[in-house]
């Protein structure tokens, strides 16, 4: 292709690509938790993030842990991306950080470790954002309609690199948020403080973002302030999924509200709510274990397995082999989920304490067709509503 031609064409596909995207004074949108190992998302995925008005997405690329045997960390579950993933939005890329990491290194081990983590978080990072802007490229309705009247197939691939080359820029700078995850200690902050410190050093081009807990949010004295501008408070997972008496150790409104309980963080927040779901395996009411593997649809559905003893507990009927598992017939799961009308709770009392404006990026945890679909796009705009009216 003459690059004249090209050098227009793809001028006027930018211009159009831009014109659909703005950015500026725009309310605030639903973004998602990646959690998954793989990245894959289909087209089906990639039609509901659409439909919920998702333009953002947090994607986990790998946790680290202890390594007991090295003395040091150690990454493990990184994410591997599909080619065929559908992905049109916004990524911010996540690293979980077991407490016990900065329980057992030594300060002045922490530079290497920082060295090691940037190299490898910028590497996947690289790979990953650059398959996904040629995703959102593809997706383009005015790509594919450019792209139509090119009949060569060499001229198409040249037209899509320079789109792609000219559009890469952009794309990084629109996306230039790492997330740390790390459920810190009052006897570890000071590590993981420092360590956030390290990494903004190395990370000079990046703006780094730290997870809240609940605990960390009310207490904030106590635990401290990371050194960062924002922070993603996690609505989620407030008491004790091993005890038999618990009710929902997921979130309660009774147990939200001993948390969210004045307007003193001294940081800005973005909000991340529970539509997760679980079951807690129990054995003589004795703790075994969280199960994911099973569908919660699938427990309450299964009247031939299950008995339902309560509104959250259901016990096996019989003894089974489930993904390898082997369950005893009067074994319990508790089923764990927040409901809509309480997410609406939560959303309540957290516009009562904390600002919530157009920057604000509520988030859903997590991305799974077992958990999206429990809500209609009009429950995720009543939740989004309440929280920002």
């Not at 002045?108 to 190299?119: G, I, M, Q, S, V």
């Not at 904030?220 to 989620?236: D, E, R, S, T």
């Amino acid at each position: 292709m003459n690059k004249t031609i090209c050098s227009v064409m793809v001028a006027v596909f930018l211009i159009l690509f831009l014109s659909c995207k703005k950015i500026g004074n725009k309310p605030p949108t639903i973004s998602f938790c990646y959690w998954k190992t793989t990245f894959a998302l289909d087209s089906t995925d990639a039609s509901n993030l659409s439909k919920f008005g998702a333009d953002h997405l947090y994607l986990r690329l790998f946790d680290i842990e202890w390594d007991i045997e090295s003395k040091s960390p150690m990454p493990v579950a990184q994410c591997i991306q599909t080619y065929d993933s559908k992905c049109n939005t916004n990524l911010t890329p996540t690293i979980f950080i077991t407490n016990s990491v900065f329980e057992n290194i030594q300060e002045n081990e922490l530079d290497t470790f920082a060295e090691k983590l940037t190299k490898k978080a910028i590497n996947l990072r690289e790979h990953i954002f650059d398959e996904s802007l040629r995703e959102k490229i593809d997706n383009d309705s005015n790509y594919i309609k450019f792209i139509s009247n090119i009949k060569d197939w060499d001229k198409k691939s040249e037209f899509r690199d320079s789109i792609f080359d000219d559009k890469k820029a952009l794309f990084f700078n629109q996306n230039k948020e790492i997330l740390i995850d790390c459920d810190w200690t009052p006897s570890t902050k000071a590590k993981y403080f420092k360590f956030l410190e390290i990494l903004k050093i190395k990370m000079t081009d990046l703006e780094i973002t730290s997870t809240l807990r609940l605990w960390q949010y009310r207490d904030f004295k106590l635990a401290g302030v990371p050194p960062v501008k924002k922070c993603l408070l996690m609505c989620y997972n407030l008491t004790d999924p091993r005890k038999y008496e618990t009710e929902n150790s997921i979130a309660t409104t009774e147990e939200f509200k001993k948390y969210i309980n004045h307007s003193n963080y001294p940081l800005k927040l973005d909000i991340a709510l529970p539509i997760h779901n679980w079951a807690i395996y129990f054995r003589n009411n004795k703790y075994k274990g969280i199960i994911n593997s099973i569908a919660v649809s699938e427990i309450k559905s299964n009247k031939e397995l299950f008995e339902k003893i309560s509104d959250q507990k259901y016990m096996f009927l019989k003894d089974t082999v489930i993904n390898e598992t082997y369950y005893r017939y009067g074994d319990e799961f508790r089923i764990e989920q927040v409901e809509f009308k309480a997410l609406l709770e939560f959303a309540q009392i957290i516009k009562q304490y904390i600002k919530v404006d157009n920057t604000t990026r509520v988030t859903f945890f997590s991305w799974d067709a077992e958990f999206y679909n429990r809500f209609t796009k009009d429950e995720y705009k009543q939740i989004l509503n309440t929280i920002t009216e």
